[in-house]
Nanobody, 123 residues
Framework: QVQLVESGGGLVQPGGPLRLSCAAS????????MGWYRQAPQKQRELVAS???????NYADSVKGRFTISRDNAKNTVYLQMNNLKPGDTAVYYC?????????????????WGQGTQVTVSS
């Protein structure tokens, strides 16, 4: 059983910072790519940023230069530092991780999702 637990969401004024965290726990053999997605009302879920196990990062154009993704492999945790937040960043943010678990029949790779955390940017 694998769980992703997010924290750090909340209400912030435009221009302010916020840091999200997501910790993976359970019967984990290894974690490949970890990432953050977001979904605003009436919109599709979109990739915000991702980071591979070796530290290669990828960002949506809308957040480049403002958001930074990082991870602590020893803690199975991924972070999203968000600076200069804009009202358009308001959404539910979801953590995602591609995780390998060791099962009786062998190694299984699955994508796991957190429960989501609300980020609201408003004055």
């Amino acid at each position: 059983q694998v769980q992703l637990v997010e924290s750090g969401g909340g209400l912030v004024q435009p221009g302010g910072p916020l840091r999200l965290s997501c910790a993976a726990s359970g019967s984990i053999f290894s974690i490949n790519t970890m990432g953050w997605y977001r979904q605003a009302p009436q919109k599709q879920r979109e990739l915000v940023a991702s980071i591979t196990a070796f530290g290669t990062t990828n960002y949506a154009d809308s957040v480049k230069g403002r958001f930074t993704i990082s991870r602590d492999n020893a803690k199975n945790t991924v972070y999203l530092q968000m600076n200069n937040l804009k009202p358009g960043d308001t959404a539910v943010y979801y953590c995602n991780a591609r995780i390998t678990t060791a099962q009786a029949m062998g190694f299984i790779v699955n994508d796991y999702w957190g429960q989501g955390t609300q980020v609201t940017v408003s004055s």
